[in-house]
């Protein structure tokens, strides 16, 4: 099996834990800059468009510079939650990280 097999086999399988999730929590490294921040917001508003319930947990609040990411005009705004270690909520269906090094 070579590498694109691989890579389409697990594209397919994360499309459908994606399909059948109720709850999908998206984040990005920390110190996270623009292209993290981006992928996190793009993949919120397809996933509220999908009618999942979508949250945004990263380690610290989104920098001013970053902040029209997810206060686009036109669209709800886009609650970012900072992780809070003690934090003990139950778990999604699935958790999505962008952008690791």
């Known amino acids: 099996m070579n590498s694109t097999t691989r890579s389409s086999e697990r594209?397919?399988?994360?499309?459908?834990?994606?399909?059948?999730?109720?709850?999908?929590?998206?984040?990005t490294h920390p110190q996270a800059d623009g292209d993290g921040l981006a992928c996190e917001a793009a993949m919120a508003h397809a996933l509220k468009g999908l009618g999942k319930n979508t949250k945004i947990l990263n380690f610290e609040p989104i920098s001013a510079k970053y902040r029209f990411l997810f206060e686009r005009p036109g669209q709800p705004k886009l609650n970012v939650a900072v992780f809070d270690p003690d934090l003990d909520p139950a778990p999604p269906d699935v958790f999505i990280l962008f952008d690791t090094k």
Do not use: D, G
């Not at 594209?11 to 109720?22: G, P, Y």
């Open 11 to 27: 594209s397919s399988e994360l499309l459908s834990k994606i399909r059948s999730a109720q709850t999908v929590w998206l984040t």
